[in-house]
């Protein structure tokens, strides 16, 4: 396998936050009961005629400007002719050969490295329904999601590795997110990807024969799905059997892929340019006026994190990766004595907030206080991140919380040497283990003597006593 490279191309299907659909004004709200969020235009009923969503319009542009894409002047609707049983119209309303965006990019950074990911294209459609396969072996079909808008964003086939894919995914979802068009959550199904995967020579430049695995909705299944198919296409192709150019299942379970259906050709699809929708026509103080719209992107704020408060890359790059995050610890930094630290307590607890969708009520003030307190050594890190805690649940005044909860820093010299002994004392075996060399023995003692001050000592002093104390053989 080491003689082969991977070349991977993604398509990832974006739903847009629109409230109503592209083409009528049915409900995209998530999770209603079944078929009751569609009317004759979204199903497809004849006589019925689509109206295209402005807003649709707009988002998808938003997309195409924050990742360096040319927008078309005029672009138009076309109509993709498929059969499935989640798509009643048996066409698709899709863009074929004028999309909205195209010939954009993305950064994004794996081990240290920085490198550009190509934008083919993003073009607008419509989502189909979805299909419930029950258990008992029948199949239900709810139509609430057809007409759903999408947002397609077909990639270069400049992807080298199951983590290239899935840092570039990462940093669609998180620009998407900051535009607000879309939650791109892969577990409720608003951000789905398509991975595309190839093999040739190491070095090599012609493209191998790509297969096609199809809606994976995690980034893990993304990256298992990219091992498990470099393994076997390499496989084969060292048996000098040939890559058959195909639609494959990705299995969580076995974690294996297994052919789906052989790949359509874009004939196949017979598309034509929609005849009840106009073509758009988007003038350049539309687009002007969208691009002045856009928030700070990322990068931006990735790359004044590391300008103004010394952040490292990936400090930055993780703090920039929730737009919320990113303005809170912006409003925050210049309030505090060290913005590393703050950074530090942000990233834990508060990135987890953040990433489940939850706010963090606390005030730019109050955060910028607390990493003071424990910057000046008021509090150590057990008790700031405890506070971070309850700061993540509502906003206070983490120097009134300490107050209160009793979690200022021990830094009494006589109290520290006292937890030192009880740690010694109590512990024999530990004490026995340290002297006769295993180092890690200290670190058991080190936790002993914390847990005697209830969490609350100076880990720098204690760290010192102990040390004093053991270097001291008549111990
Ligand atoms: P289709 O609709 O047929 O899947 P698209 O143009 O929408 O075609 O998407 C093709 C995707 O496959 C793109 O992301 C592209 O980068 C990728 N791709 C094309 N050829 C290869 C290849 N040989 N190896 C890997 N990826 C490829
Ligand atoms: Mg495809
Ligand atoms: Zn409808």
């Given at each position: 396998m080491t003689g082969y490279e991977m070349v991977i191309g993604l398509e990832v299907h974006i739903e847009l936050k629109t409230e109503t659909k592209i083409f009528c004004g049915c409900s995209t709200a998530?999770?209603?009961?079944?078929?009751?969020?569609?009317?004759p235009v979204c199903m497809g009923l004849p006589g019925a005629l689509p109206v295209l969503n402005e807003k649709a319009v707009d988002y998808t542009v938003m997309a195409g400007l924050a990742t360096h894409c040319q927008i078309a002047p005029l672009s138009k609707m076309d109509r993709k002719n498929y059969f499935y049983p989640d798509l009643p119209k048996a066409y698709q309303i899709s863009q074929y050969d004028l999309p909205l965006c195209s010939g954009g990019w993305l950064d994004i950074t794996v081990e240290g490295e920085k490198r550009r990911v190509g934008i083919t294209r993003i073009h607008l459609e419509e989502d189909a329904g979805k299909l419930v396969h029950r258990p008992q072996g029948d199949t239900l079909c709810d139509y609430n999601r057809c007409g759903v808008p999408l947002i397609e964003v077909v990639s270069e086939p400049d992807l080298r590795s199951g983590e290239e894919a899935k840092a570039y995914l990462q940093k669609l979802r998180a620009v998407m997110r900051y535009l607000g068009i879309s939650d791109c959550r892969m577990e409720e199904g608003s951000l789905r990807c398509d991975v595309n995967l190839s093999v040739r020579k190491k070095g090599g430049e012609a493209l191998g024969v790509r297969t096609e695995m199809k809606n994976l909705n995690s980034f893990q299944s993304v990256t298992r799905a990219i091992e498990a198919e470099f393994r076997r296409q390499t496989g084969l192709l060292e048996q000098g059997e040939a890559i058959v150019q195909e639609t494959r299942r990705f299995n969580q379970g076995s974690g294996k892929t297994s052919s789906l259906r052989r790949k359509e050709n874009a004939d196949d699809y017979r598309y034509f340019p929609d005849p009840d929708l106009p073509p758009i026509f988007l003038p350049e103080e539309k687009v002007a006026e969208l691009r002045v719209s856009l928030p700070t992107l990322p990068e931006e704020w990735a790359e004044t994190f590391r300008r103004e408060y010394g952040l490292s890359p990936q400090e930055g790059e993780a703090l920039a990766g929730e737009r919320e995050l990113a303005e809170l610890f912006a409003a925050a930094a210049p309030q505090c004595k060290n913005a590393r630290t703050l950074a530090g307590l942000l990233l834990g607890e508060g990135l987890r907030r953040m990433e489940e969708g939850r706010g963090i009520p606390a005030s730019p003030a109050h955060l910028a206080a607390l990493a003071d307190l424990l910057e000046r050594e008021k509090i150590n890190a057990g008790a700031a991140k405890k506070l971070m805690g309850e700061l993540c649940c509502r906003d206070a005044d983490p120097a009134a919380l300490a107050e209160e909860q009793g979690l200022w820093q021990q830094d009494d010299r006589t109290a520290l040497a006292e937890a030192v002994a009880k740690a010694l004392r109590e512990n024999p075996k530990s004490l026995a283990d340290y002297r006769s060399g295993r180092a890690k023995a200290a670190g058991q003692l080190m936790g002993a003597a914390m847990a005697a001050t209830k969490g609350l000592a100076n880990p720098r002093l204690l760290r010192q006593i102990l040390e004093e104390v053991l270097g001291n053989s008549e111990v």
């Open positions: 998530f999770g209603g009961e079944p078929n009751t969020q569609c009317c």
